[in-house]
């Protein structure tokens, strides 16, 4: 374990790279510009390059190093998709430079990833069994029993906790479904129409007033809380961020869409019961319809999702990839250990903002 002045000067250090990594965001020309001023991003390399070793090689325990690593990527990740901001911030989108080190960090944090899981077992699945073990996990995690972290949301979050809970989940919330349109384009068969259908509803079918985001802009204005995209980008702990980049590596590439299936079929089947705890959460505290509205939608919707990505994509998927089956499996094993890793961190930050005066005066001034 790193002492802690050490920690400190790590994370000043990891700062300052992120500072400098934003301003080459901006930059006109940023591989030209590079490659005749190469010492520009000398120091912003060797921070790199010091926190995926620390990250991922010695595996440390540096979390800061992994929260850098994740925000960096994040922050080349978002240029897939269009914020309806400035066009100047994608004048860099297509740069080498940015893609050469989203690859570094991708290849060393997926090799860390993998390693927590027996792929080699995986891999020995035949279609039948890869399909049984679908079938199992879906009995399993539609409904889940009750863990000491669930039961703490439901019986135990405070208000504050609940502002904190929604300031968080707004990284993903207000941008609802927008990785899985990646992935929809090419050829038709029952197997896109399902996901095209999903991808609709959490739009609201085209309607804005009825899209999922809309929604939870609505809960957010209920706490006075911004509903600005990446507002509390902040506050967003790294395994919550892996999620999104995850997500965004697996529908990037099109060799791994049946692993990006399999985690999605996963995310849907598992929904449900996690937003039962905050539904249950909201309740407790008496709020507002308004308050609580996304979830009561997201449950019932997700539901219905489940069945279809078991149904309708995983199942369907292995009988036409018999030999790659398997890796659908990996991609619902991999998205749950990512998914439950993200949120004991979310409930570890809850905790903490309780102690805290974090969002409170904000919380304080809207009920004013």
Known sequence: MQSQSATLSAVNNYDTAEKQF???????????????????????????????????????????AHLFLQRILYRINRLNLFWYDDLAHYTNERSIYLQKWRNKIETAWQKWELAQIDVN?????????????????????????????????????????????????????????SRLSRILGGAANEVQCTLVRVLLEEYGNGRYSRKHSTFFAHMLSEFGLSTEPEKYFDIVPWEVLAAANHNFLLTE?????????????????????????????????????????????????????????????????????????WQLVLGYEQEKLIGERAAKAVVHSIRESEQSNFLREELQRARN
């Open 253 to 325: 590439c099109k060799r791994y869409f049946l692993r990006y299936n399999g985690g999605l079929a996963y995310f849907e089947i598992a929904g449900p019961a996690a937003y039962r705890n905050y539904l249950a959460a909201a309740q407790r505290l008496e709020l507002s319809d308004a308050a609580m509205g996304y979830w009561e939608l997201h449950i019932r919707e997700d539901e219905r999702h489940g069945i279809w990505m078991l149904e309708d994509v995983a199942l369907p998927l292995a009988s036409m990839y018999p030999n790659d089956a």
């Open 22 to 64: 934003i301003n080459f965001l901006n930059l006109e020309n940023l591989d030209i510009k590079l490659d005749e001023q190469p010492s520009l991003v000398i120091d912003f390399e060797n921070a790199l390059s010091r926190a995926i070793v620390n990250a991922y090689e010695k595996n440390l325990g540096d979390e800061s």
């Open 121 to 177: 077992e995986l891999q020995q699945l035949s279609v039948e069994d890869s399909k049984q073990a679908l079938r199992e996990r879906y009995s399993i995690d539609v409904n889940p029993p009750l863990s000491p972290m669930c039961r703490y949301l439901r019986e135990e979050m405070t208000e504050a906790g609940y502002s904190h809970l929604l300031a968080i989940a707004s990284f993903d919330g207000l941008v609802e479904g």
